[in-house]
């Protein structure tokens, strides 16, 4: 089984990335001080990816950008 970049995730799934790291922030203060600089980062770029994906109201599926 090839491994996946997590960059290469579908939208659908950079928007649950989103969700709870958003409703996790919201939880509790100490999250983000837990989190490692890559999480951080991959939560940074969830975040850009779902406002990109609500900004132009749809989202494209990992396997729409391959045609």
């Known amino acids: 089984m090839p491994a996946t ?3 290469d995730l579908p939208n659908e799934l950079w928007l649950e990335l989103f969700v709870y790291f958003t409703w996790s922030e919201l939880r509790s203060t100490w999250f983000q001080w ?4 890559r999480i951080q980062v991959l939560a940074e770029v969830a975040q850009s990816r779902v406002a990109l994906a609500l900004s132009s109201m749809s989202f494209t599926t990992y396997g729409q950008c391959l045609h």
Do not use: G
């Open 34 to 37: 837990k989190l490692n600089k």
């Open 5 to 7: 970049r997590l960059e």
